[in-house]
């Protein structure tokens, strides 16, 4: 391996050596602080390590990892979400009673895969970087064992995940059947006669996108969501619903861009898929009492915006999908990032009757909240509605009228069920012998107001940003 090469692996490469520093160091000796320590420092110097790798240009390592502008906006993403998190989960799972460092680990260990996936260019590093991704995340989700949800959430989805890339699994064996590669370049080269792909080529692409759409939740493949989000812990649920999401966004994107006349074979697929995911989880979100539910099915519609964009195609289509996440992530974090604040020691506080008062009681908090529902809901001077507005541009330039109308009219049905916690929050009193509020700690409540100065500003000011991304992410 070439001087270059190492370069351009070395923000990859930070975060496994902190994950085998961190093992180390607990198999010495267990100390909560020293483990937070060696993470978080870790982490901030993996995101430092992007900018080296920016110096050496667009690197291709080896057939399976290409280390360019687009991976390493999305590993940046990906590796400022991971810090979060690990913040968040450092003073719930105290109040749990819970060891931090085992979740500290596969935390670890989920951002290296989804590193791993932002930069793959062959299908055998797509689904390693899948699987180690995934199986992470069977662990987290079910890291309370004493707790039934969190079980039941995870045997759920270690189920369904495990079927889901079986199906990946084929997929890419017969794609390989029929061209004798696994690079996505290989895609590219197959002849598309006038009928459209040949019929073995078709099943193995279907079968790929059965797998995809299982890890981002697009309908039909969105039935494990809410369970999930439900059970695992609030920490966990904000690293599902952002980094894992973010991950196989940018593996899509890179698929799509380079297959050719085969990727817009399915741009068909991609859109009927967008429709119906923003249709059912807007319908599904308007029925739920329990706020991470809600927020389930709320991902299930944005995932939904996002592939409008994806579908579209070209520079547009990339950049109005890599700003709609920057914006969606941060915002994202701080729904999830407030109930894990206010969650008491025996359970997550996410119904919305626990939320009655709270504008009262926590202002600060009920602020963060509500500015968090109304970007989700894409309301003017947040990030959400210029990622929107960005994804519409995109779809109506790519002539996709019927998606771009049907996400205009799912951002309407999902104001009403954005305003519910809202209205419980100021406007509905707590109930009577109420459990009272854990205290906010001071690093989780910084972190949450920095995040709330980023949605605020993508929003008012997304100019700067924008045009990292089309710097960066244009490119594709």
Do not use: C
């Not at 989700?376 to 019927?402: C, H, M």
């Not at 109930?431 to 009272?436: I, L, V, Y």
């Amino acid at each position: 391996m070439t001087a270059r090469e190492l370069t351009a692996l070395l923000p990859l490469i930070g975060i496994a050596a902190t994950s085998i520093v961190l093992m180390a160091a607990v198999a010495v000796r267990r100390n909560r602080t020293w483990s937070l320590t060696i993470t978080l420092a870790g982490l901030a110097a993996s995101f430092g390590l992007l900018f080296a790798a920016r110096t050496v240009g667009p690197v291709q390592v080896t057939p399976l990892l290409l280390i360019d502008g687009p991976a390493l906006f999305f590993i940046a993403l990906l590796i400022a979400a991971a810090v979060v998190v690990v913040v968040l989960a450092a003073d719930y799972l105290a109040r749990r009673g819970t060891q931090i460092e085992e979740l500290l680990l596969l935390l670890l260990f989920a951002t290296l895969g989804g590193g791993v996936l932002a930069a793959s260019t062959h299908l055998a590093s797509l689904f390693l970087g899948l699987e180690v991704l995934s199986v992470s995340l069977y662990a987290m989700v079910g890291y309370l064992r004493n707790d039934g949800l969190s079980l039941e959430a995870g045997v759920k989805y270690l189920v369904l995940a495990a079927v889901s890339s079986a199906f990946l699994l084929f997929g890419m064996a017969l794609i390989f059947a029929e061209t004798g590669r696994l690079e996505l370049a290989a895609l590219a080269g197959l002849a598309v006669p006038a009928g459209g792909l040949h019929g073995l080529t078709l099943a193995g692409v279907a079968l790929l996108m059965v797998g995809v759409g299982f890890k981002l939740a697009l309908a039909p493949f969105h039935m494990w969501t809410a369970d999930v989000y439900q059970g695992a812990p609030a920490p966990v649920t904000a690293f599902v619903a952002t980094v894992s999401k973010a991950a196989v966004v940018a593996v899509l994107l890179r698929m799509l861009a380079v297959t050719g006349e085969p990727g817009r074979q399915l741009v068909l697929l991609l859109a009927l898929l967008a429709g119906a995911s923003i249709l059912v989880g807007n319908l599904l979100a308007l029925r739920q009492d329990n706020l991470k539910r809600l927020l389930a099915y709320s991902s299930v519609a944005h995932l939904g915006y996002l592939m409008i964009a994806v579908v579209a195609g070209g520079p547009l289509g990339a950049e109005a999908a890599a700003f709609y996440l920057a914006g969606y992530l941060p915002t994202t974090l701080i729904a999830f990032g407030v109930i894990a604040v206010l969650s008491p020691a025996d359970r997550d506080l996410d119904r919305l009757s626990d939320l009655r008062g709270l504008g009262r009681e926590r202002p600060l908090l009920a602020g963060l909240l509500t500015v968090a529902l109304v970007s989700l809901a894409g309301i003017p001077l947040t990030a959400g509605f210029v990622g929107k507005l960005l994804v519409v541009r995109a779809g109506l330039g790519a002539g996709q009228w019927a998606l771009a109308l049907i996400l205009v009219l799912g951002s309407v049905l999902s104001i009403f069920y954005y305003l519910r916690p809202i209205v419980a929050m100021y406007m509905q009193p707590a109930e009577d012998g109420a459990a009272a509020l854990p205290p906010a700690p001071m690093a989780a409540g910084a972190v949450l107001v920095a995040l709330l100065a980023v949605v605020l500003w993508l929003g008012v000011w997304p100019q700067p940003v924008l045009e990292i991304v089309r710097e960066t992410v244009g490119r594709l």
